[in-house]
């Protein structure tokens, strides 16, 4: 059993010194890779930036950007039986990068942005017969909505969703409170933990079948 985790944000560069990321702590992504390797199987984390220790015994590559992220992903994607995509893929980045240090000047500064590649959908479309796809959502209003939305435009297994403002979920905690949801209707909410404990939920459900 081979199985792919991405985690943490992605860093969109604006200059040589400054970029765009996101809240992603990588906790999540890395409590999956953790108990993956508990779990025996062959683990792959491809991570963003973050401030945590690689996971022992897990194969991790850590990359920067949202197009590197893909690079990584797009390698690794075909040899994975699971793909878990935690991570926080930034969705635009500067359209430009400023060669060197943009340097001040009076008034505003308008940053055009361009849309990255969404990683998960390419990988819904090119996903090979037996291979489980798993994306996260991280909504703040109509949950299950916007959820199961993107498990049917992507073409995932399942999905992982969790209401950003709901006590003890988010980003910086070290508890979770998901809800999957399947391609084929299951609808099964997983109680409030720590993430480890979550990630442990996760895989007993999306691997090995457990109810
Ligand atoms: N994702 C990805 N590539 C991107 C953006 C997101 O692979 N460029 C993945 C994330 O890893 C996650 C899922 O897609 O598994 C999140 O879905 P998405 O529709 O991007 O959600 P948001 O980024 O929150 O955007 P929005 O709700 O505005 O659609």
Same mark, same amino acid.
């Given at each position: 059993?081979?199985?792919?985790?991405?985690?943490?944000?992605?860093?969109?560069?604006? $200059?040589?010194?400054?970029?765009?990321?996101?809240?992603?702590?990588? !906790?999540?992504?890395?409590?999956?890779?953790?108990?993956? !390797?508990?779990?025996?199987?062959?683990?792959?984390?491809?991570?963003?930036?973050?401030?945590?220790?690689?996971?022992?015994?897990?194969?991790?590559?850590?990359?920067?950007?949202?197009?590197?992220?893909?690079?990584?992903?797009?390698?690794?994607?075909?040899?994975?039986?699971?793909?878990?995509?935690?991570?926080?893929?930034?969705?635009?980045?500067?359209?430009?990068?400023?060669?060197?240090?943009? !340097?001040?000047?009076?008034?505003?500064?308008?940053?055009?942005? %361009?849309?990255?590649?969404?990683?998960?959908?390419?990988?819904? %479309?090119?996903?090979?017969?037996?291979?489980?796809?798993?994306?996260?959502?991280?909504?703040?209003? %109509?949950? %299950?909505?916007?959820?199961?939305?993107?498990?049917?435009?992507?073409?995932?297994?399942?999905?992982?969703?969790?209401?950003?403002?709901?006590?003890?979920?988010?980003?910086?905690?070290?508890?979770?409170?998901?809800?999957?949801?399947?391609?084929?209707?299951?609808?099964?909410?997983?109680?409030?933990? $720590?993430?480890?404990?979550?990630?442990?939920?996760?895989?007993?459900?999306?691997?090995?079948?457990?109810?």
């Amino acid at each position: 059993m081979k199985i792919l985790i991405t985690a943490g944000p992605t860093r969109e560069a604006i $200059d040589m010194v400054r970029f765009i990321t996101n809240r992603s702590s990588g !906790k999540m992504g890395y409590a999956l890779a953790r108990a993956a !390797k508990d779990n025996g199987w062959d683990t792959v984390l491809i991570s963003g930036p973050v401030n945590l220790p690689p996971p022992e015994g897990v194969d991790c590559i850590m990359v920067e950007s949202a197009k590197d992220m893909a690079t990584a992903v797009k390698k690794e994607a075909p040899a994975a039986d699971v793909i878990i995509m935690a991570a926080a893929v930034a969705d635009y980045r500067p359209k430009a990068v400023f060669d060197g240090k943009l !340097k001040k000047q009076e008034g505003g500064l308008f940053l055009e942005l %361009e849309r990255t590649e969404d990683i998960l959908l390419y990988l819904g %479309e090119h996903k090979r017969p037996g291979q489980t796809l798993v994306g996260f959502a991280a909504e703040a209003t %109509e949950v %299950e909505a916007n959820a199961v939305g993107k498990l049917r435009k992507k073409n995932l297994d399942w999905i992982a969703a969790n209401d950003i403002g709901a006590a003890g979920c988010g980003f910086a905690v070290n508890t979770n409170q998901v809800t999957l949801y399947s391609a084929t209707g299951d609808r099964i909410i997983l109680p409030l933990a $720590d993430k480890f404990t979550v990630a442990n939920n996760i895989l007993d459900i999306i691997v090995k079948g457990k109810r």
